[in-house]
């Protein structure tokens, strides 16, 4: 939807197809037009997400920089330090799909 004119703007499922997992509600995007159509969406970078499911933080594993898989709020499945735990806010660079930093 356009934040200005609060018009829908409808995208090609292939055109969203490599952003469409860090897309999240209220997400704002920018949508890059080529004569009239929608070409590229763009997610802004980097981007704050709440850490919906993981493994349990298990001791002694954060002297040898242990990793674990995340679920983050938006479907997407990024690697973080050990000590991240479920409801934690994380940023995430959604350009390569890295972990940054807890928030």
Do not use: H
């Given at each position: 939807?356009?934040?200005?004119?609060?018009?829908?703007?409808?995208?090609?499922?292939?055109?969203?197809?490599?952003?469409?997992?860090?897309?999240?509600?209220?997400?704002?995007?920018?949508?890059?037009?080529?004569?009239?159509?929608?070409?590229?969406?763009?997610?802004?970078?980097?981007?704050?997400?709440?850490?919906?499911?993981?493994?349990?933080?298990?001791?002694?594993?954060?002297?040898?920089?242990?990793?674990?898989?995340?679920?983050?709020?938006?479907?997407?499945?990024?690697?973080?330090?050990?000590?991240?735990?479920?409801?934690?806010?994380?940023?995430?660079?959604?350009?390569?799909?890295?972990?940054m930093e807890?928030v």
């Amino acid at each position: 939807m356009d934040s200005e004119t609060f018009e829908e703007v409808m995208v090609e499922s292939n055109t969203i197809e490599d952003s469409k997992k860090w897309i999240s509600e209220g997400m704002e995007c920018d949508l890059v037009f080529f004569k009239g159509n929608v070409i590229e969406v763009m997610t802004p970078s980097p981007y704050v997400y709440e850490v919906v499911e993981t493994e349990p933080n298990v001791k002694g594993n954060t002297a040898q920089g242990y990793t674990k898989p995340a679920v983050l709020d938006c479907g997407a499945t990024v690697n973080v330090p050990g000590f991240v735990e479920q409801g934690s806010k994380i940023k995430v660079d959604t350009q390569n799909g890295e972990y940054m930093e807890r928030v």
